[in-house]
């Protein structure tokens, strides 16, 4: 084995680890705000955690982030819930980084 084959290996393995990381991340994160934004529906026990798994599929799906965020502002608007400009956004954003450091607390 070479030295650039080593390379290689080397830098395939960070990418795989990094992009399974940022998965977990994200799905960690995306069951926060499900909880959040449950709660605030006035979900409790097993509709609170089946709404926030749905929330956590439905990013990991083909729409992505986006179907995330209006699938919560359309419960929110159903609900009749105000939903502050930049609220979810916030949320997302510290909802991240708790994820994050659950999972380094975890590692």
Known sequence: MTVFDAREQAFEAKFAHDEALRFRVHARRDKLLGLWAG????KSGVPLHDYAMDLVALELGREGE??????????????GLPLAEGEL????????????????RAD
């Open 39 to 42: 709660e605030r529906l006035g």
């Open 66 to 79: 986006a179907a995330l965020k209006n699938k919560i502002e359309d419960d929110f608007a159903q609900a």
């Open 89 to 104: 956004a916030k949320k997302m954003t510290m909802y991240l980084a708790e994820a994050m450091t659950q999972l380094a």
